[in-house]
């Protein structure tokens, strides 16, 4: 079905429901972290490293001390619990320890009164650095054990993960048709617009409150408070506004430092980055190297692929591992190859960490595996879109890991909408707007040619590899004001995506109550595990149906109390316990009585397996998502600068429970793909960054996101709460690959790198 | 060196001491407790701190404070009349022309700002008859929000809501 | 820092007198990035936003004199039809926020290289005047004003009072390359103007050359191949647009930096110079485009 602007209004689940925090966010009230404020608060900065790699001589605080209004400057030795932290391994150190490994490694920490005040004080910090020669090549990295280590005696390799089926030999010697690529990913940033800040407040205890912006409270709580050398529990953690995620927040940035400058000072600390200590505050999206061979038959059909992905994590693992996963698992993309010969590998460098960005590790394959296969539709005089639907998925195809799909995947049938979507009209020259360039004024029409390019891409959704995930909710019913209210509580980042909207129209559903409040997200609660992966419909979506559905339980059995009898059947709705046969039988007012019933449910998804070390085999993903995009652009072939004149997207999301919020995903997703496909990239040179601020680091305007389309299908996953399908991510990774197979198709250019510069299509 | 200016923000004048380096960005946020323009860059290339400064949009980060003194300064917050939303602000509600709503208040001032220009007649970048009155389509609605970045890739859904809060 | 705030011109060049390390600052959409990430870190600045006449413009002596204060926005709106190169350049600086505020003044004061306002000027063969209490008032050519990264003819006690330019005798275009399709800094830039009354095409250069320039070798070309009055009454002979653009990409000294390679300015600038000459015969040979 088609999102239909009629049922706006309603606040049920399916309905457009607006967002509950919306008018705060549309009058600039709604308060950030960067918003916030204590009166006595003193300002925190960091004092990072200019160098990719270099062994740190001495530090000498003194003069920085010294200085007027500074109440604290720190270094590692006064980190007082572990030294380290990670997400997946701990190494990362709070502070630089003898050694800096990546170009803005966090190196010591200045408390003033005012930021200006401390920032003086940071430059008085006198770091002796003998500098080194910064390893910074990914692939000598993965392959060549003779490379010198990052750190000390570990390997560089922070994981490899193969993946072998089937008979390769025998594959390539019936492969009638065999294409090869080479490509390349570059460093993309997650540019949320909110930079990294939070507020932490000494508490009486000897612990910390921390108002903080970011995906998981507990991953944080848990990597903050041993470091700070406190039991978990007297590290408490508020979700502050956050200003866009996009993987970004999963990492710490400033939460251990703000605490411990706060425990240090007795003082409520904020700390607020900047833009450019954003872009070396947080982990980027793997920059990534793949080199793929297709074998087919002459009709299209793989027979096998054959390849490696390296992937560059940086300086610390962050969450390399699982990035690794995901490019290995869905490496070959949403087809059946019968024989796959895959390698994936994550390593260690002394470029800019990496770790999780919207799509994570599924985008850079993506890129390749859909560019390759408009190499083999080519190769077999086939149109882009039929190559991909005589390979294509459906339920109950197996994947590369072994894993069977069991739940709908009508990928043949979205790549036949995304084929049927009416053209856009040809390209206009009357007027500049229309053309690339727009009003800079580059063409009125010559060297223009239009180009159309079709992607796939698939996902996995929640957590995977065996990962024991969970989402915890709790669900207060009460009268207030002798009307029935919901109360839910749970700890899941909302980061734009629409969570508060969603938790509140599923308990608006399932208790039949107009009025619920959301209650802000802390570790008062049990986890809800992170606001990544498109898992947080599926997961707290789940936990709190789950805690609704144990408090209307309680409900119809006072209910049935206060009747004297039974109620088989029942359900609430409007206010009033209803009978199976549709008759209201009593009250919610009544039936509560003034008592509040609170029922508190961890959820989780049914259980997933490790990949296997040595052949990727494993039924390692949950749940898999699809998307298809149409890419329709204008190429000004002389001058190398594309418009893209419009997107079109079909994703099966299971089923709709926010129209508007859905498309807005759908919409986000493609821009991010755009900005991968065609501006976005940390440029680093020998483990330098090059252009750490908005003015060189381009992301899409206004003007450079096209009208979109989209056709969103509705077939239940009958695993997943309501049969929902995460959506956020797999726009992100269709996007990007149709973007670029419809410049090549403008200008026949091969594009391996992404992104797509003018001078490689003008020049190239 | 400290300077003492008056600004009128949100209707209301107010009275503060800036270093002569603070921006009006700062001022506002760190001296007078106004937080509805965010910081997003610091340089003019986000938009997010964009309010109506005597009248006409102007970014915040790039405006001197003492350069202001008795500047009549509106912001998002200012634009609604208590609980009563300005039509751009419930537009770009009921449109969902937001997600994470950092960039919104700066999304709402511009809009409110740009929807006045048209009014007054302006050009754009683009109007090609500088003649008649500039016809507010949903190109011409990009190329004058083109100042506001969104990371979260609402721009469908804001060039909707402008639609509606032009109306 | 001190912050001064003078209330006329004349007070103004007193102060700038007293106060070489004054940095004037009009609109601040250029000064003020550089104070916000402590580029510079200047002893005071010197505010001339009081001084309203800076933000008006008038005709005189048959030439447009616009003030260093006026705001983009305002150029547009007034003297667009005019100065229609200025004009397209000045729609493409920043932000529509940006606009509302940045002044060709400022744009001049800060010369960078990528400015979007040096290659109209250039090719118009505008003059920039400027003023000191000492020394009077200097009118610097464009094509002198310019001479580093940043740095200007401007002598320490002077301040840029005025932009100085015919309207327009011929057709005028300005082309720029960003790898976006708004809020971008120019890759490269061209500017064309033609001038038919002096049998001459004007140039200018921006992004690809430590300074903003003129394509001198390019120039004289034109000038060469079309010296006659009857060569401006017909269509460009073959050939001629693209070797125009050749010149003008050679009369580029580009480096590779983050936002583009040298030899795509260079290929970029051809391309650029090459479309705009013809467009700008069409407008000619069509009769619209002020000629």
Redesign the interface.
């Known amino acids: 079905m088609t999102v239909e602007a009629a049922r706006?209004g309603g606040e049920a689940l399916g309905d457009?429901a607006?967002?509950p925090?919306?008018?705060l966010?549309?009058?600039?009230?709604?308060?950030?972290s960067?918003?916030l404020?204590a009166d006595d608060m003193v300002w925190g900065v960091t004092l990072r490293s200019p160098h990719p790699r270099a062994r740190i001589t001495g530090i000498d605080v003194s003069e920085a001390l010294a200085v007027p209004g500074v109440h604290a400057v720190l270094t590692h030795e006064d980190v007082p619990g572990e030294k380290f932290y990670g997400l997946e391994h701990h190494d990362q150190p709070v502070l630089a320890i003898d050694q800096v490994r990546y170009q803005g490694e966090p190196v010591a920490l200045v408390a003033a009164d005012h930021p200006?005040t401390a920032r003086r004080a940071r430059d008085r910090i006198r770091v002796g650095y003998e500098v080194l020669e910064p390893l910074t090549d990914a692939r000598r990295a993965a392959l060549d054990p003779s490379y010198p280590k990052v750190h000390g005696d570990r390997s560089n390799v922070v994981r490899h993960q193969p993946i072998r089926v089937g008979d390769m030999a025998h594959a390539r010697r019936v492969a009638e048709v065999v294409v090869r690529g080479e490509y390349e990913v570059g460093m993309q940033d997650?540019?949320?617009?909110?930079?990294e800040s939070g507020l932490a407040v000494p508490a009486e205890d000897g612990g910390v409150d921390l108002f903080v912006a970011t995906q998981w409270l507990h991953v944080d709580q848990e990597q903050i408070a041993p470091c700070l050398g406190l039991p978990t529990g007297r590290v408490r953690l508020t979700l502050a506004?956050?200003?866009?995620?996009?993987g970004a927040r999963e990492d710490l940035s400033m939460q251990i430092h703000a605490c411990l400058l706060a425990l240090r000072t007795g003082r409520p600390v904020k700390i607020?980055y900047?833009?450019?200590e954003s872009f070396f505050g947080h982990v980027h999206r793997h920059p990534a190297r793949l080199r793929y061979e297709h074998g087919a038959t002459r009709d299209g059909r793989l027979v096998y692929v054959d390849a490696e992905i390296v992937l560059d994590g940086g300086a610390y693992a962050s969450s390399t591992s699982a990035v690794v996963g995901n490019a290995a698992s869905l490496g070959v993309g949403p087809y059946e190859v019968p024989n796959v010969r895959l390698d994936a590998y994550g390593v260690y460098t002394n470029n800019p960490p990496c770790g999780a960005m919207r799509g994570f590790g599924a985008v850079q394959a993506c890129f390749a595996y859909e560019s390759q296969m408009d190499k083999v539709a080519e190769a077999c005089g086939l149109d882009p879109v039929e190559v991909r639907i005589r390979n294509a998925v459906a339920e109950g195809s197996r994947l590369a890991t072994g894993q069977v799909i069991d739940m709908p995947a009508p990928l043949a049938a979205m790549l036949e909408d995304a084929r049927a979507f009416p053209a856009p009209p040809p390209t206009g020259t009357a007027?500049?707007?229309?053309l690339p360039?727009?009003?800079?004024?580059?063409?009125?029409g010559?060297?223009v040619r239009r180009g159309v390019g079709y992607a796939v891409g698939i996902k996995n959704i929640c957590y995977s590899e065996g990962f024991d995930d969970h989402s915890t909710a709790r669900v207060r019913l009460e009268t207030v004001g002798g009307e029935p209210a919901a109360l839910v509580h749970t700890a899941a980042a909302e980061?734009?995506?629409?969570l508060v909207t969603l938790q509140a129209q599923i308990a608006r559903t399932e208790l039949g109550v107009r009025q619920v409040t959301v209650a802000p997200a802390d570790t008062g609660v049990g986890s809800a595990g992170s606001s990544s992966a498109s898992r947080q419909s599926y997961m707290t979506g789940g936990a709190v149906r789950a805690a609704c559905e144990a408090v209307r339980e309680r409900v119809i059995e006072l209910a049935e109390e206060r009747l004297g009898r039974s109620l088989p059947g029942a359900s609430l709705h409007d206010g009033r316990v209803v009978a199976a046969d549709g008759l209201a039988v009593a009250s919610l007012a009544e039936v509560l009585a003034g008592r509040a019933v609170e029922e508190t449910r961890e959820f989780r998804h049914r259980r997933t397996t490790a990949l296997d070390p040595l052949t990727g085999q494993g039924d390692s993903h949950v749940q898999f998502a699809f998307c298809v995009h149409r890419a329709v652009v204008d190429v000004d072939v002389?001058?190398?600068?594309v418009?893209v004149v419009e997107l079109a997207a079909v994703q099966d999301v299971g089923r709709i429970l926010n129209p508007?919020?859905l498309?807005?995903q759908i919409?986000?997703?493609?821009?991010?793909g755009l900005g991968l496909a065609?501006?976005e990239e940390i440029?680093v040179r020998d483990g330098v960054v090059?252009?750490p601020?908005?003015?060189?680091y381009?992301?899409?305007?206004?003007?450079?996101?096209p009208?979109?389309r989209t056709r969103i299908l509705e077939n239940a996953d009958p695993h997943a709460p309501y049969g929902l399908r995460g959506a956020g991510e797999p726009p992100t990774l269709s996007s990007t690959p149709a973007i670029v197979a419809a410049v090549r198709d403008a200008t026949g250019r091969p594009l391996t790198r992404i992104p797509v510069?003018?001078?490689h299509i003008?020049?190239g | 060196m400290d300077a003492s200016i008056r600004l009128r923000v949100d209707g209301q004048w107010r009275t503060l001491d800036v270093d002569t380096r603070t921006t009006l960005l700062d001022a506002l946020r760190e001296r007078l407790g106004v937080t509805s323009p965010k910081k997003g860059c610091d340089h003019g290339q986000c938009g997010s701190c964009t309010v109506l400064l005597d009248g006409r949009r102007a970014v915040t980060c790039l405006a001197l404070a003492v350069a202001h003194d008795g500047a009549e300064i509106v912001t998002a917050e200012g634009l609604a009349d208590g609980e009563d939303l300005h039509p751009v602000q419930r537009a770009f509600l009921e449109q969902d022309g937001l997600q994470c709503g950092y960039c919104t208040p700066g999304q709402v001032c511009s809009a409110v700002g740009m929807l006045e220009e048209v009014k007054a007649g302006w050009p754009s970048q683009v109007t090609e008859d500088l003649a008649g009155p500039p016809e507010l389509d949903d190109e011409e609605i990009r190329e004058r929000m083109s100042g506001n970045l969104c990371r979260c890739g609402a721009y469908p859904n804001i060039v909707a809501a402008i639609r509606q809060g032009a109306r | 820092m001190e912050f001064l705030r003078p209330l006329s011109w004349e007070e103004a060049l007193a102060l700038r007198a007293g106060r070489p390390d004054a940095v004037p600052i009009q609109g601040g959409t250029d000064v003020m990035v550089e104070i916000n990430f402590e580029v510079r870190r200047p002893g005071a600045l010197l505010d001339l936003n009081p001084v309203r006449e800076l933000a008006e413009w008038e005709m005189a002596e048959g030439r447009l004199r616009i003030g260093a204060g006026l705001p983009y926005t305002r150029l547009i709106e007034e003297v667009g039809d005019r100065v229609p190169g200025l004009a397209q350049a000045a729609r493409t600086v920043g932000s529509p926020q940006i606009r509302n505020r940045g002044t060709v003044g400022g744009n001049l004061g800060a010369a960078s290289p990528a400015g979007d306002c040096h290659p109209p000027l250039l090719a118009a063969g505008a003059q920039v005047e400027v003023e000191s209490a000492a020394g009077g008032v200097r009118m610097i050519p464009a094509e002198e004003f310019y001479l580093g990264v940043k740095r200007t003819a401007l002598r320490d006690d002077e301040l840029i009072r005025a932009v100085w330019l015919r309207p327009a005798e011929g057709p005028q275009h300005f082309s720029k390359v960003g790898t976006r399709n708004a809020m971008v800094i120019a890759v490269c830039s061209f500017a064309i103007a033609l001038h038919p009354a002096e049998r001459r095409v004007g140039t200018g250069i921006g992004s690809a050359a430590p300074t903003p320039l003129r394509a001198a070798e390019a120039e004289e070309f034109l000038a060469g191949e079309l010296a006659g009055e009857p060569a401006w009454g017909r269509s460009l002979p073959d050939g001629l647009a693209e070797r125009f653009g050749e010149l003008v990409g050679r009369a580029a000294a580009p480096i590779d930096d983050v936002r583009g390679t040298a030899a795509y300015r260079r290929h970029a600038l051809a391309v650029m110079a090459r479309r705009t000459l013809t467009w700008a015969w069409q407008d000619r040979l069509a009769g619209t485009g002020r000629s």
């Open positions: 706006r457009s607006l967002r925090d919306g008018v966010k549309v009058t600039g009230e709604f308060a950030y960067s918003d404020w200006e997650q540019a949320f617009l909110g930079p506004g956050v200003g866009g995620a996009f607020v900047g833009r450019e007027d500049v707007r229309d360039g727009g009003v800079s004024n580059t063409t009125h010559e060297g980061v734009g995506q629409g002389e001058l190398g600068l418009k508007l919020a498309e807005g919409h986000g997703g493609s821009a991010q065609l501006m440029q090059r252009n601020s908005f003015t060189d381009l992301i899409p305007t206004i003007l450079d996101m009208p979109m510069r003018p001078e003008s020049c």
